[in-house]
């Protein structure tokens, strides 16, 4: 009995030794996914960078053969450096570069369907295809005047002067009209909080250029603004209305005013801001009657500018913070 429980003893041993010596880390595959410098190739000898990148170190050169797909034509539209990336050993990262050729054949914008061949000794995830349009300088796809090369917005008919994308015209993309109860609503950054001044209006100018001299901003009840002579925003400009105090900092350069009549004096529980124009039309409107009464932090538009309105600390990018006068809600310069 004695040697049966030593022989079953030993083989309990052997296995571990065993999966030590063959079950390691090392036998856990890299992942690799495909990533592109850009998504638009101009033929105008334009390029693009294509990487194959591992999660962890190749313990072997891996080869990652590519297939490429779509309108477009290698050779006369485009030219790959490699039809396969080498990753070396002991690293995480290979590429091969994409170049666009000129031809004066007006033909559109084409596309590059990229994706990853058969490959072994790794696991790919999800992201190992990439779509590219390779645009022709010699055509203008929506018409809008601005060579497909030079259109930022190829596909979208846009401003010459916005390089082929439209404008976005005049907004409101953020209002504090409940700062926090204590130093941490200090929008204005004067070193005092106060429920008053510490309120703000963030307008967004997409251009084109807009005088906003005599413009007038009222809440419900009565007159709280008017922009004074020179108050001119340029595309993608931004101004701040305060409601008061002495606002302190760069507000991302923004263009920052205060109330001229004092205060702001939005209310809570439900009010209604409006701009109006020198003939007093109606130009924009801030309705925060369907909102918290009392959130502590700024409603904002997420994304920036094209989003619905949110409470401000709440959207990841914002990293906690509870406003963002004159910057993107992630606190970087528009």
């Known amino acids: 009995m004695k ?5 079953k003893k030993a083989i309990f041993v052997f296995g571990i030794v065993f999966c030590f010596a063959s079950c390691d880390t090392e036998d856990i595959l890299p992942a690799l996914e495909l990533s592109a410098s850009d998504t638009n190739l101009s033929e105008a000898s334009g390029t693009i960078t294509l990487s194959a990148i591992l999660n962890s170190a190749a313990t ?36 091969v570069t994409l170049t666009g050729l000129q031809d004066n054949t007006v033909e559109g914008a084409e596309t590059l369907i990229v994706s990853v061949g058969n490959v072994q000794n790794v696991i790919l995830l999800s992201e190992t295809e990439i779509t590219i349009s390779v645009l022709d300088d010699d055509s203008d796809s929506d018409g809008d005047g601005v060579l497909d090369a030079n259109d930022l917005c190829p596909n979208e008919a846009g401003e010459v002067d916005n390089n082929g994308c439209p404008w976005l015209g005049f907004m409101i993309n953020e209002v504090l009209y409940d700062p926090a109860g204590d130093l ?28 906003l001299s005599g413009y007038t901003v009222s809440d419900a009840s009565s007159l709280r603004h008017t922009f004074p002579s020179g108050t001119i925003l340029a595309p993608n400009g931004v ?14 350069g923004a263009l920052v005013q205060i109330a001229s009549e004092g205060l702001l004096n939005i209310t809570n ?21 369907a909102l918290s009464g009392n959130p502590d932090e700024s409603y ?15 959207i990841p990018e914002a990293n906690g913070d509870l406003f963002s006068p004159g910057t993107k809600l992630d606190g970087t310069s528009f």
Do not use: C, K, W
């Not at 797909?69 to 590429?95: H, K, N, P, R, W």
């Not at 529980?269 to 009657?289: C, K, Y």
């Open 3 to 7: 040697s049966y429980h030593f022989f």
């Open 60 to 95: 072997q050169q891996l080869v990652i053969p590519l297939s490429i797909s779509g309108t477009a034509t290698q050779s006369s539209d485009y030219s790959v450096s490699a039809s396969e990336i080498t990753i070396s050993a002991g690293t995480t990262l290979g590429s």
């Open 184 to 211: 941490a609503g200090d929008a204005n950054a004067d070193g005092t909080r106060d429920p008053n001044e510490d309120e703000f209006i963030e307008f967004y100018n997409s251009g084109p250029e807009l005088d």
């Open 239 to 252: 101004l701040v209305l305060f409601g008061g105090g002495t606002p302190t900092g760069s507000f991302g």
């Open 269 to 289: 529980s439900g009010d209604v801001m409006t701009l109006a124009d020198i003939s007093g039309n109606v130009v924009l409107t801030f309705d925060n009657s």
């Open 300 to 314: 904002t538009r997420n994304p920036d500018l094209t989003g619905d309105f949110v409470q401000h600390a709440g």
